[in-house]
């Protein structure tokens, strides 16, 4: 044991620790220098576990509880707070398992007046009630602690996750316990700092049932200094900031279970919503939460954010749903005094300041909102002086941005993603493609790090915009001199195929408007934002066939290119060889299909429709 002076060592109750883990859990701790309280029913044991601990009774006492009473562990909370004035930990651990059968299999012939006899419910009392109790006379005398707050640790199970037909009330009992925690533990560490978590363990070597070394082979069970290493790391939290968390004490590993996933996206995320003036019915006082829910939802017309309002896909997306019936946009950008956000107020769109660079002023941005259309623009970095890798890192970090603020706002139903496919990773490391990879990289980030968002996500796949033929000088037909006709010169095949976004001052809403359409089966897939794939010859004949100008494409290389356009040159050409190593935009599982969105084929503006609207500009 420690050697801090009596007055100044925290204390513990570990219930259902005459035996087992409750007896592993209370020595662990009493040689960390806590006082500990041995409880259960047994009093011979307990009292022979305490006096071994300590025979004085000094830093270790047994009481006898029935945690299944609350009456009891009143008791037993009352001896222990006039013993040592304080309670720093509880941990909640009192086992054992069905004490009948709930299958009644040996009445299945019995007559039909024959009622089964009431079924023996004490493996809830124990496990789900015992824990309710000791949370909350914990919580009562935790918030009289010298420096109010203190911990809780619950004694789940992996059947209360995963069911084990043997043990059925077992099983909803600790299932009962796992949502008890998760669902107790941000309140109580917000109101009074105190947290609570729960350890489920998966096959331990007790008395809770026999041969448990013939029943499970050594790998399939957890041993006590992996299971104890679980209830250590709560221990040792000391900023006291963990709670309503559950973690598995795997055979050799202890792995976090995290929120369960939304499965049917963001009608279950409304769902768990704490609804404000119903916990003040319900508690006296509201939760204080950060993302309840503090009066009715918005009724009327749903919300989309755009980001990028005022350039080339967001405002195609500001064009189409600014039309559609039962949604109003609101336009996000940087610098609402600009004439293109001016122009769009003066439509009647709200315009909404916000920077990517700022994580909070998008949440505020997106306070309300029902969707949002995300896209970044990594050009814009390249061209204000930065390294094609500097420009990926900020690119990165802004679509992480933008990401996580849709992630905090509950109200968002449906996010939409827009990105590319990665050549770094398609190419297995051979062509890196920054204005690309780092697109992709966020795809990654979401997935992993932001689950709930991910399941309400859809990423839609751009590719070539014919307007760059109009307005991007890399790409622009050049005239020849003397010879009346038009080069263009890229460092690609001009059998490349390449897929076309179309016009961008349509394409881009039709398809988001699609994919709010569709809702939940939009979700997780990625979208190509196209309708063709053509060549670059192609392209070229087609162009001159509208413009009626002679157009050649001319082949030339990467170095050519970056001689003349630096690093731009260079990343361009980078896409166009990614483009002949694989096919980037190949539809595979994880895409819908335009058909499956609903997309109108005569709506849609392809290379053709958009050449011939900007023809007057050749």
């Not at 700022?358 to 204000?384: C, I, M, P, Q």
């Not at 050409?573 to 609903?598: H, M, N, R, Y």
Request: glycine letters at 10%.
């Amino acid at each position: 044991m420690g050697s801090a002076p009596e007055e100044l060592q925290k204390v513990a109750i570990i219930t259902g620790s005459t035996s087992g883990i409750g007896s592993w859990v209370a020595e662990r701790l009493h040689k960390r220098g806590y006082c500990v309280a041995i409880t259960g029913r047994r009093e011979k044991e307990g009292q022979a576990i305490a006096a071994g601990l300590d025979p004085e009774g000094n830093t270790a006492i047994y009481v006898s509880t029935d945690v299944a009473s609350y009456s009891s562990q009143t008791n037993l909370f009352q001896t222990v707070w006039k013993k040592w004035s304080r309670l720093d930990v509880v941990v909640s651990n009192a086992g054992g398992v069905d004490l009948d059968s709930k299958h009644n299999l040996a009445l299945r012939n019995a007559a039909v007046d024959d009622i089964p006899p009431e079924p023996n419910t004490v493996c809830t009392d124990i496990h789900y009630k015992g824990a309710i109790y000791a949370t909350i006379l914990a919580r009562h005398f935790m918030r009289h602690n010298p420096t109010p707050g203190g911990k809780i640790i619950v004694t789940g199970s992996l059947i209360g996750i995963y069911p084990c037909a043997t043990f059925p009330e077992y099983c909803g009992a600790k299932a009962g316990v796992h949502q008890w925690v998760r669902t107790m533990g941000p309140i109580m560490r917000l109101k009074d700092n105190i947290t609570i978590n729960c350890v489920m363990p998966g096959g331990v070597d007790t008395s809770a049932m026999p041969g448990f070394s013939i029943a499970f082979r050594p790998e399939q069970m957890t041993p006590r200094e992996v299971l104890l290493s679980a209830y250590d790391a709560y221990i040792d939290d000391e900023e006291n900031v963990r709670t309503g968390e559950c973690v598995e004490a795997a055979h050799d590993r202890i792995v976090e279970w995290g929120h369960p996933p939304y499965k049917s996206g963001a009608f279950a995320r409304r769902t768990e919503k704490v609804y404000e003036p119903w916990f003040e019915m319900v508690h006296g006082e509201r939760s204080g939460l950060p993302d309840a829910l503090q009066g009715p939802p918005h009724v009327g017309d749903k919300i989309i954010a755009v980001t990028g309002a005022t350039g080339a896909q967001g405002g195609g997306v500001v064009n189409i749903m600014k039309k559609v019936p039962g949604w109003r946009v609101r336009a996000i950008t940087r610098n609402p005094g600009s004439e293109a956000a001016k122009k769009l107020a003066a439509e009647g769109i709200e315009v909404v300041q916000a920077s990517f660079d700022d994580e909070s002023s998008l949440v505020k941005a997106f306070e309300g909102v029902n969707a949002v259309f995300a896209v970044t623009n990594w050009w814009e970095h390249l061209f204000t002086g930065k390294s094609r890798k500097e420009a990926g890192d900020i690119e990165e970090e802004q679509g992480m941005n933008i990401a996580r603020a849709a992630a905090a706002t509950f109200t968002v139903q449906h996010f939409i993603w827009s990105t590319t496919p990665s050549g770094i990773h398609k190419t297995l490391g051979k062509i890196p493609v920054p204005h690309m990879d780092y697109k992709a990289n966020v795809d990654a980030r979401i997935k992993a790090e932001l689950p709930e968002l991910a399941a309400i996500t859809t990423y839609l796949y751009f590719g070539y915009y014919p307007q760059n033929m109009a307005f991007f000088p890399l790409i622009k037909p050049i005239p020849h001199p003397g010879t009346g006709q038009w080069i263009q010169a890229m460092p690609t095949k001009p059998d490349a195929i390449i897929l076309l976004s179309g016009d961008m001052t349509v394409n881009p809403g039709i398809w988001v408007r699609q994919v709010l359409a569709t809702g939940a089966k939009a979700y997780g897939k990625y979208a190509n934002v196209a309708l063709e794939k053509w060549t670059f010859q192609q392209m070229m004949d087609e162009w001159s066939a509208i413009t009626g100008k002679k157009g050649v494409f001319v082949e030339t290389t990467t170095a050519a290119w970056a001689q003349l356009f630096g690093p731009a040159g260079e990343e361009l050409a980078a896409q166009f060889k990614f483009g002949e190593f694989c096919d980037p935009w190949e539809v595979t599982d994880e895409f819908i299909s335009p058909a499956e969105l609903g997309i109108d084929e005569k709506e849609v503006v392809g290379f053709r429709g958009t050449i011939e609207g900007l023809k007057h500009l050749f």
